[in-house]
T-cell receptor, first 114, second 115 residues
Framework: ETGVTQSPTHLIKTRGQQVTLRCSSQSGHNTVSWYQQALGQGPQFIFQYYREEENGRGNFPPRFSGLQFPNYSSELNVNALELDDSALYLC?????????????FGPGTRLLVL | AQSVAQPEDQVKVAEGNPLTVKCTYSVSGNPYLFWYVQYPNRGLQFLLKYITGDNLVKGSYGFEAEFNKSQTSFHLKKPSALVSDSALYFCAVRDGGSSASKIIFGSGTRLSIRP
């Protein structure tokens, strides 16, 4: 186990609703990245947070937003849910060593949008 | 722009035989390369990475990968496959010459080891 935890494990929402997913980093890690993994695909980078500020973003619309807290835990918020948002959402934590650092993943939250 | 290609959707190998899972990449700067494994209904588990140095990288569970700069490849290998190696494998790249923080993942290769 990596020490990265995510909640909830599963979630069902309807189109147009809003959702908040949570992630707790591995001890000693102050960088958190979020990924979306659609069925049958590789993870797609959503954004990264370092010291409570966004530190890079992938090709996702603004309705995907995030927060990082002083204890380095993080939230992913998705507004106005669409059917295509159904996916496994993964968070990964890493220590602040730059791009050489390994990202360690949590088990993910599986979101189903009906 | 960064990209990763895993040309095989599936690889099937008999237990005890050597296995190779292929990966090629494209980055503008120095490549930082990673392999992850994903078991059913689980997150990604780190196997190994190449940052610099020896082209042959050894990782967890007996896996290794060889960095080939001229062929822009980073194939995953294991001398003797186990049934428990059956899983989904992802190659990933980060551009070491960029300030961008994102890692780009390949589409994955499903490895099936038959007894």
């Amino acid at each position: 186990e990596t020490g990265v935890t995510q909640s909830p494990t599963h979630l069902i929402k309807t189109r147009g609703q809003q959702v908040t997913l949570r992630c707790s980093s591995q001890s000693g890690h102050n960088t958190v990245s979020w990924y979306q993994q659609a069925l049958g695909q590789g993870p797609q980078f959503i954004f990264q947070y370092y010291r409570e500020e966004e530190n890079g973003r992938g090709n996702f619309p603004p309705r995907f937003s995030g927060l990082q807290f002083p204890n380095y835990s993080s939230e992913l918020n998705v507004n106005a849910l669409e059917l295509d948002d159904s996916a496994l959402y993964l968070c990964a934590s890493s220590s602040p060593g730059g791009s050489q650092e390994t990202q360690y993943f949590g088990p993910g939250t599986r979101l189903l949008v009906l | 722009a960064q990209s990763v290609a895993q040309p095989e959707d599936q690889v099937k190998v008999a237990e005890g035989n050597p296995l190779t899972v292929k990966c090629t990449y494209s980055v503008s700067g120095n490549p930082y390369l990673f392999w992850y494994v994903q078991y059913p209904n689980r997150g990604l588990q780190f196997l190994l990475k190449y940052i610099t140095g020896d082209n042959l990288v050894k990782g967890s569970y007996g896996f290794e990968a060889e960095f080939n700069k001229s062929q822009t490849s980073f194939h995953l290998k294991k001398p003797s496959a186990l049934v428990s190696d059956s899983a989904l494998y992802f190659c990933a790249v980060r551009d070491g010459g960029s300030s961008a923080s994102k890692i780009i993942f390949g589409s994955g290769t499903r490895l099936s080891i038959r007894p």
